[in-house]
């Protein structure tokens, strides 16, 4: 069960971080949502949920009986890491369209002042404000948050989400005591 559109194209990045393939994030948000349990079986790699007769993980492509056991839950460092990832994605695509909307509304109230014209009527400047407000406050968001912000708190994300990904590589592979 995918919780995005089936008809987007996954990014996939080059980045030499294994973690989140699309089948782990739709079970890691089901699982926060409390619409699954954290049980089941998943590859001791990536973590990506496998059937009982997997023998490669489809995502990474490690052969779950010569490699690494396959594991029966996520781990909650992980469940903890895509939070994260998401919260800081969020932060950065609101942050810049709440930029288009004030910008969208300073620029409108600048016309609206600046122009002799609506300044002589009341009418024609609220008419004006209201159609460029309602057209502007939509089109500078989705610039604005939808691309620039969407691809600057990608990177950031993604860059706390390889960190905490090669910490948690690094105390996994730590041989036990």
């Known amino acids: 069960m995918s919780f995005d559109d089936p008809n987007d194209v996954r990014f996939r990045p080059d980045d030499d971080c294994p973690i989140f393939s699309q089948e782990l994030e739709d079970h890691i948000?089901?699982?926060?949502?409390?619409?699954?349990?954290?049980?089941?079986?998943?590859?001791?790699?990536?973590?990506?949920?496998?059937?009982?007769?997997?023998?490669?993980c489809p995502h990474c492509r490690e052969d779950v009986r010569a490699g690494r056991a396959p594991v029966d839950a996520v781990p909650d460092t992980l469940l903890e890491t895509l939070r994260i990832q998401r919260a800081i994605e969020a932060n950065w695509v609101n942050g810049f369209a709440y930029l288009g909307i004030i910008i969208a509304a300073t620029t409108g109230l600048a016309i609206v002042l600046g122009v002799p014209m609506f300044r002589d009527s009341l009418i024609w400047a609220t008419l004006f404000y209201g159609v460029y407000l309602l057209v502007m406050s939509r089109v500078l968001p989705a610039i604005l948050g939808g691309y620039f912000?969407?691809?600057?708190g990608y990177e950031k994300a993604r860059t706390k989400t390889r960190e905490a990904w090669a910490e948690w590589v690094a105390k996994r592979d730590q041989p036990q005591r």
């Open 29 to 56: 948000v089901a699982i926060s949502r409390g619409q699954a349990p954290n049980v089941g079986r998943f590859c001791g790699n990536c973590y990506t949920p496998l059937s009982r007769d997997t023998e490669m």
């Open 149 to 152: 912000g969407d691809r600057m």
